[in-house]
């Protein structure tokens, strides 16, 4: 079963971007702790981060069409800035049917007023947010228990 870790605009920052926010570890660290998660539960990653929000709905639509085929065990989505802004995400989400879970690294409730809505939380089964990189590996633990 695969599970898709998909990271929008300026994921590929991780470890310069804003440390105090988003901590020291780089997007090839989180890669490596996805990797190791699903190792545990005899997951298959697919990892990928892009700062176009075109290629970001294509990967929900690859996704579905591996959900589709039955080979889907879940997504995992940090869309970044486009959480705030996509309309296209969600409706990819919709559209597809895949259960999603939405990631974020720092905790968006206790930042700017701008970051308190998200067009992905109504479509998403659930939401992790504030636990730093550590909550990618327990959006897989928790796509393994589904
Ligand atoms: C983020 C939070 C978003 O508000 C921000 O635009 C990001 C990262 C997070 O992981 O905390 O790019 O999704």
Redesign the pocket.
């Known amino acids: 079963q695969l599970v898709y870790v998909l990271n929008?605009?300026?994921?590929n920052l991780l470890g310069t971007r804003e440390p105090e926010v988003?901590g020291a570890q780089t997007l090839a660290d989180v890669q490596q702790l996805c990797r190791q998660a699903c190792e545990r539960h005899g997951l298959e990653l697919v990892f990928r981060q892009s700062n176009h929000e075109g290629a970001l709905v294509d990967s929900i639509h690859e996704a579905g069409r591996e959900h589709a085929a039955g080979r889907l065990a879940g997504v995992v989505l940090?869309?970044?800035?486009y959480?705030?802004t996509s309309v296209a995400l969600p409706d990819a989400i919709k559209g597809t049917g895949v259960a999603l879970i939405e990631?974020?690294?720092?905790n968006?409730f206790a930042?700017e007023a701008f970051?308190h809505h998200s067009w992905i939380s109504p479509v998403a089964r659930g939401l992790i947010?504030g636990l730093g990189v550590q909550g990618y590996a327990l959006a897989i633990d928790a796509i393994a228990r589904w």
């Open positions: 929008g605009p300026n994921l988003y940090n869309a970044g800035a959480t705030h990631l974020h690294i720092s968006v930042r970051r947010c």
